[in-house]
T-cell receptor
Framework: AQSVAQPEDQVNVAEGNPLTVKCTYS??????LFWYVQYPNRGLQFLLK??????LVKGSYGFEAEFNKSQTSFHLKKPSALVSDSALYFC?????????????FGQGTELSVKP | DGGITQSPKYLFRKEGQNVTLSCEQN?????MYWYRQDPGQGLRLIYY???????QKGDIAEGYSVSREKKESFPLTVTSAQKNPTAFYLC?????????????????FGDGTRLSIL
């Protein structure tokens, strides 16, 4: 069965510094990986996805993610953090089964960017 | 603008009462999903529908029911059998996944309904 783990409940970064939000996955076959962001009392917004191809995926709002097959990781990165990046971030993997291609989510990582 | 509309934003349920959460999309998506979000637990799938007049149970369907009479609409009913309904409920939609579709399509989410018990 597919699964995804986000090992950090919270990440604290100073504005202007690079940020990394970690994600590891377990899949059988090729992984379909996604990152979403959630602001308070809002739905999830799609940031980026990895399907195949380049290991560095670029997404919305200056975010990118690095796919590493040997380490089964898909870490979210941004070179220079903004206070407005503070939010809850979810990594997800596509369930390759009859369950409608459902997404399996990590438990989320709270990112806090301080001025 | 296309999107997903969930209503109401806040909902309160009395003991023994069924409540219905609305989800409407104008993205022309065939697939729709309901998730439950609890603090520290990520999102868990309640029900999903790949096409009109068809829906399937997800991981935590007990105490919930859905219908899919129109492509645009996928309402969720939280029944009195759901003993712990307090949560944030999120509706999502996408193009079809899996056979006949593509696994690389992201899901688009509404802004959620927060359900509490009175």
């Amino acid at each position: 069965a597919q699964s995804v783990a986000q090992p950090e409940d919270q990440v604290n970064v100073a504005e202007g510094n690079p940020l990394t939000v970690k994600c590891t996955y377990s899949v059988s076959g090729n992984p379909y990986l996604f990152w979403y962001v959630q602001y308070p009392n809002r739905g999830l917004q799609f940031l980026l996805k990895y399907i195949t191809g380049d290991n560095l995926v670029k997404g919305s709002y200056g975010f990118e993610a690095e796919f590493n097959k040997s380490q089964t990781s898909f870490h979210l990165k941004k070179p220079s953090a903004l206070v407005s990046d503070s939010a809850l971030y979810f990594c997800a993997v596509r369930e390759m089964s009859n369950q409608g291609g459902k997404l399996i989510f990590g438990q989320g990582t709270e990112l806090s960017v301080k001025p | 603008d296309g999107g997903i509309t969930q209503s109401p934003k806040y909902l309160f349920r009395k003991e023994g009462q069924n409540v219905t959460l609305s989800c409407e999309q104008n993205l022309n998506h065939d697939a729709m999903y309901w998730y439950r979000q609890d603090p520290g637990q990520g999102l868990r799938l309640i029900y999903y529908s790949q096409i009109v007049n068809d829906f399937q149970k997800g991981d935590i369907a007990e105490g919930y029911s859905v219908s899919r009479e129109k492509k645009e609409s996928f309402p969720l009913t939280v029944t009195s059998a759901q003993k712990n309904p307090t949560a944030f409920y999120l509706c999502a939609s996408s193009f079809p996944q899996g056979t006949g579709g593509s696994y690389n399509q992201p899901q688009h989410f509404g802004d959620g309904t927060r359900l509490s018990i009175l």
